[in-house]
């Protein structure tokens, strides 16, 4: 794919809007241009939908790195590890959407299914510009039956056009390792050991950390802070405060919090707060 010529000059900081609407359930998006931007493994729990607007982003996923540049659209399942910086330009911009399985089914009248994406980067201008469009739409009109629809439309014209043929019914995160998900959510707030979740795994500790890597692709460590941040962004949408927040999903203080937000979602939990609908 072609990418495009550097912008003249740099973009002197990053500058990104993480939005949140309740439209058909509830869903974030994001507007963001990225200069010094740099993502950590992480995944989401939703499907992220997104376009490079300009610019080239490089992605890691699927064991391979990923050139992304201009009207090239972003698709991964939840929990589909991944992570990034800047590609070859000085910066780039994005628009992403964090759209929760709920809205996919019905945007594609799939009760059950979870749709899976062989190749998460394709070059469609024409789908780019529809995302671009709909995000500038939820930004400037309140029509909610407007908004509804072209939310629906969006998301069903992206499924079934850049999904794998047919959606693949699965359990997200695996059945494997179930148990251990299921403890660390119900228990967010508290401290974790690798005895305590290879105990409940019934598998050795090296048996899991192999099996827990492979099914998550990521480490213990890092799924449990990722699922600490996904805790703080329920809780800040549900209208808590950033130290309550901080509290609830189990970080040690709310400078802890907030550098951990901000490395997944490039913006701090104060700006989030602040952006709101």
């Not at 999903?249 to 997944?264: E, K, M, P, V, Y």
């Amino acid at each position: 794919m072609p990418l495009l010529e550097a912008p003249v000059g740099r973009r002197p900081q990053n500058e990104a809007t993480l939005r949140h609407t309740d439209l058909l359930g509830g869903f974030d998006y994001l507007r963001a241009d990225y200069t010094k931007q740099t993502f950590p493994k992480h995944s989401h729990e939703e499907y992220l939908v997104g376009v490079i607007e300009s610019g080239v982003h490089d992605v890691w996923c699927k064991g391979e790195w990923w050139h992304a540049s201009k009207d090239v659209v972003a698709t991964f399942s939840p929990d589909e590890a991944h992570h990034g910086g800047l590609g070859d330009a000085d910066a780039w911009r994005q628009t992403i959407f964090y759209f929760p399985q709920d809205i996919v089914r019905e945007a594609m009248d799939s009760a059950d299914s979870t749709y899976s994406f062989h190749q998460p980067f394709k070059h469609s201008p024409e789908i780019a510009t529809r995302l671009i469009n709909l995000r500038s739409l939820l930004q400037t009109n309140s029509d909610r039956l407007l908004l509804e629809q072209e939310v629906l439309q969006a998301v069903g014209q992206v499924f079934e056009t850049l999904s794998d043929a047919e959606g693949e019914e699965r359990s997200v995160g695996g059945k494997e390792l179930g148990e251990v998900r299921d403890y660390i959510h119900d228990n967010i707030q508290g401290s974790f050991d690798i005895s305590t979740l290879a105990d409940l795994s019934g598998f050795t500790k090296r048996q899991f950390m192999s099996r827990f890597q492979k099914q998550f692709h990521m480490a213990p460590y890092q799924y449990v802070m990722l699922a600490r941040v996904r805790r703080a962004r329920e809780m800040l949408q549900k209208g808590a405060n950033i130290t309550d927040a901080s509290f609830e999903a189990g970080f040690s203080d709310q400078s802890h919090l907030t550098r951990n937000f901000r490395a997944i979602y490039g913006v701090t939990p104060a700006r989030y707060i602040q952006q709101g609908t």
